[in-house]
């Protein structure tokens, strides 16, 4: 059974950065790409970020681009964001996803806030 774990989130300052952390179990890590989406109110999910293998080049939305960073260890079944110069439109819920094969894997999601 796939399960993906998100931590990291919390209340950050605009302009402040946050790592997030997503911790995959009960599958073949490396089968898998890794998607970062967010949720924010009223909108649907948005894809921030993929990578399929460490050392691809990884891709970003338009409007993350510069400010994020997605980043992956198959050996610790991890994947990250990284989200710096934080605005208040980043707050939302961040999920992360696993793809394989048209399968689809979410996590909880993890709850990012901007505001000062």
């Known amino acids: 059974q796939v399960q993906l774990v998100e931590s990291g989130g919390g209340l950050a300052q605009p302009g402040g950065s946050l790592g997030l952390s997503c911790v995959g179990s009960g599958m073949i890590f490396s089968n898998y790409v890794m998607n970062w989406y967010r949720q924010t109110p009223g909108a649907q999910h948005e894809i921030l970020a993929s990578?399929?293998?460490?050392?691809?080049?990884?891709a970003y939305a338009d409007s993350v681009k510069g400010r994020f960073a997605i980043s992956r260890d198959n050996a610790k079944n991890i994947v990250y964001l990284q989200i710096n110069n934080l605005k208040p439109e980043d707050t939302g819920v961040y999920y992360c996803?696993?793809?394989?094969?048209?399968?689809?894997?979410w996590g909880q999601g993890t709850q990012v806030t901007v505001s000062s």
């Open positions: 990578i399929a293998n460490p050392g691809s080049n990884p």
């Open positions: 996803n696993a793809r394989f094969r048209e399968r689809d894997y």
